[in-house]
């Protein structure tokens, strides 16, 4: 079957394209033919046809990127993301504010029948316990309202800003793919450990033994490119009937907690 993932020629973009699960995804996506135009903070990667450095906090950066992009964008990558070593408010803003300012900004040039996906995480997916408050932050109406609303709730976010970052993205993803399910198909990947350069912020955070002691149903932490693939395959045409839904990916994690296999508890350490 030639082109069975249905991306090539088409005009794709990717953040976190400079390492990580989204060079993985911009090397991928090359391979398969697309037209990759990458984004990160970062310097860029030979293995796309553009390469804009953009930091995510700043919306006049992401406006300007966005134009400079400029044309028909017919898939969305949202790869890019801050760990859990940094300050709490700096991480939402990066993680959904930017992403989210990103994905509005871009939605008038997506045809009908395009897609967005993000990269989410498994410290996202307790997210409908918190769906009002996710949900009235989802509904703030630009980049500088979703701030002043982190700033006044900084009671959530400040010790967990990666997970309240992810839920974030979760309860989007939600809300706003059910929305647009006619025009552009939104969904994300919640991945568990992943092997790439930020997985040592986390080790730092949490400690060594909490990783040393996470379930692995699979045997292994997962490999960029393993999450690579998921998020191609969810933004494929091929998955045309896929929308505001958070997949995991992370290796059988998720089926063991929610049928009590696993008892996460235990992983914790002593207060």
Same mark, same amino acid.
């Given at each position: 079957?030639?082109?069975p993932l249905?991306?090539e020629?088409?005009?794709?973009?990717?953040?976190?394209?400079?390492?990580?699960m989204?060079a993985?995804?911009?090397?991928?996506?090359s391979?398969?033919?697309?037209?990759?135009?990458?984004?990160?903070?970062?310097?860029?990667?030979?293995?796309?046809?553009?390469?804009?450095?953009?930091?995510?906090?700043?919306?006049?950066?992401?406006?300007?990127?966005?134009a400079?992009?400029?044309?028909?964008?017919?898939?969305?990558?949202n790869?890019?993301?801050? #760990? /859990?070593?940094?300050p709490?408010?700096? $991480?939402?803003? %990066?993680?959904?504010? +930017?992403?989210?300012?990103?994905? *509005?900004? !871009?939605?008038?040039?997506? #045809? /009908?029948?395009?897609?967005?996906?993000? $990269?989410?995480? %498994?410290?996202?997916? +307790?997210w409908?316990?918190?769906? *009002?408050? !996710?949900?009235?932050?989802?509904?703030t109406k630009?980049?500088?309202?979703?701030?002043?609303?982190?700033?006044a709730?900084?009671d959530a976010?400040?010790?967990?800003?990666?997970?309240?970052?992810?839920?974030?993205?979760?309860?989007?993803?939600?809300?706003?793919?059910?929305?647009?399910?006619t025009?552009?198909?939104?969904?994300?990947?919640?991945?568990g450990?992943?092997?790439?350069?930020?997985?040592?912020?986390?080790?730092?955070?949490?400690g060594?033994?909490?990783?040393?002691k996470?379930?692995?149903?699979?045997?292994?932490?997962?490999r960029?490119?393993?999450?690579?693939?998921?998020?191609?395959?969810?933004?494929?045409p091929?998955?045309?009937y896929?929308?505001?839904?958070?997949?995991?990916?992370?290796?059988?994690?998720?089926g063991?907690l929610?049928t009590?296999?696993?008892?996460?508890?235990?992983?914790?350490?002593?207060?």
């Open positions: 079957m030639q082109d249905q991306f020629g088409k005009r794709v973009v990717v953040t976190g394209a400079a390492s990580g989204g993985a995804t911009a090397a991928l996506l391979d398969l033919g697309a037209e990759v135009h990458g984004v990160d903070i970062a310097t860029g990667s030979a293995s796309v046809a553009s390469f804009y450095q953009c930091d995510l906090s700043d919306p006049a950066q992401i406006d300007a990127t966005v400079a992009i400029g044309g028909r964008v017919d898939s969305l990558f790869c890019a993301g801050l #760990p /859990t070593t940094a709490g408010q700096k $991480i939402m803003v %990066v993680n959904y504010l +930017g992403h989210r300012h990103l994905t *509005e900004a !871009l939605l008038p040039s997506m #045809p /009908t029948g395009s897609s967005i996906g993000f $990269i989410s995480s %498994v410290a996202g997916m +307790g409908q316990g918190n769906a *009002e408050l !996710l949900l009235e932050l989802a509904a630009d980049f500088a309202a979703g701030q002043a609303w982190c700033e709730h900084d976010i400040a010790l967990n800003g990666y997970g309240f970052s992810k839920e974030a993205i979760n309860a989007y993803v939600s809300w706003r793919g059910y929305q647009l399910a025009q552009v198909r939104i969904n994300s990947i919640q991945p450990p992943t092997d790439t350069p930020m997985m040592p912020s986390f080790v730092e955070s949490m060594e033994d909490f990783f040393a996470f379930p692995k149903p699979v045997g292994r932490n997962s960029a490119d393993e999450q690579a693939w998921a998020i191609v395959m969810l933004n494929s091929r998955s045309s896929t929308a505001a839904t958070n997949v995991f990916t992370d290796g059988g994690f998720t063991g929610f009590g296999s696993i008892d996460f508890a235990s992983l914790m350490p002593p207060a």
